[in-house]
């Protein structure tokens, strides 16, 4: 997005950090590279909308950190560092959009965030619920963060919704632990019946001003939109739909933002990296109008 590149951001409203990394993968590889490939993208991105008012840029400030430097042979390492580096990004600045690198890091990134605003509500895109048991071995993989998060008490999960949830569990009582924890399921087929008014509308009813971390995989794209991702799955809700509903995330209180999983060894021209950074920006966008509400009210 041309942001200015700030390795050591100070009083930033939002700073935008990749997180180039894929130890907690389970099948397609290569989310290390989303964040150079969403950076490369997004040169198409000048923060200004059509019909949308003054620039992005112009109503918050906001820069790139660069890459957090995460090693790819130790996980639990690769996790501290990262919760460490988000939790130094949110000691100095009001927010972070983190790029990954697949979603076992959010859980380091709900670490950082809840460290600074206590248990968080959670708006979770994706086709999958992330709230599984340890696999093959591996308690802390990109099928498990959200049920660390839960078990750690660092989200309020009866303010929290998973959105686009669809497609194959490996095993048949795979949303059960959400669900009997108060989370509130939008499954993709939900989301088609509800349309976007009326799940941005149940979405505003369970979060409420609770501050919220939104969480984009963006494998809740049907693979038509996004198909560079790890575990894509068919069905799902077009790059149209989806963006739509996220404009109205700026009515929640948003404390911090990640947009997952895009692998570009899969990609076909770009496209996913393409509305991976279109997600990003309609994050800021959204982030923008909340700010710029609460100078109004303040
Ligand atoms: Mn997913």
Redesign the pocket.
């Known amino acids: 997005m041309r942001l200015a590149h700030d390795p050591h951001p100070k009083g930033y409203d939002v700073v935008v950090i990749g997180a180039p990394y894929d130890g907690g993968t389970s099948y397609r590889p290569g989310a290390r590279f989303g964040p150079q490939a969403i950076r490369c993208e997004s040169g198409l991105i000048h923060g200004v909308g059509i019909d949308r008012g003054p620039g992005v840029f112009d109503l918050i400030r906001c820069a790139d950190a660069g890459d957090i430097d995460l090693t790819p042979f130790n996980q639990q390492v690769a996790m501290a560092t990262a919760q460490g580096r988000l939790a130094g990004i949110l000691a100095d600045n009001a927010a972070f959009l983190m790029l990954g690198g697949d ?1 076992s890091l959010t859980l380091a990134g709900l670490r950082a965030v809840a460290a600074q605003h206590g248990p968080v509500a959670v708006l979770h895109l ?3 619920s ?1 709230t599984n048991p340890a696999m093959i071995g591996g308690e802390y993989h ?2 498990t963060p959200f049920r660390h998060a839960i078990d750690e008490g660092i989200v309020a999960a009866d303010h929290m919704v998973q959105l686009g949830i669809r497609g194959h569990n490996p095993r048949p009582d795979s949303l059960d632990y959400p669900r009997s924890h108060g989370v509130r399921i939008v499954t993709s087929d939900d989301f088609a019946d509800l349309g976007v008014t009326a799940t941005a509308a149940l979405i505003r009813r369970t979060i409420g001003d609770h501050p919220v971390y939104v969480s984009v ?4 794209f049907d693979p038509a939109f996004a198909p560079g ?3 894509p ?1 068919p069905g799902g809700p077009t790059s149209r739909e989806i963006l739509a509903l996220l404009r109205s995330v700026g009515d929640l209180n948003l404390v911090a933002m990640d947009v ?2 895009v692998s570009p060894l899969y990609d076909h021209g770009g496209i996913t990296s393409v509305l991976a950074t279109e997600v990003g920006a309609e994050l800021l966008y959204q982030y923008a109008r909340l700010h710029v509400k609460d100078k109004e009210n303040n």
């Open positions: 979603h994706d086709a999958h992330d990109h099928g995989d963006i494998d809740v991702t790890g575990t799955a997952m999983e």
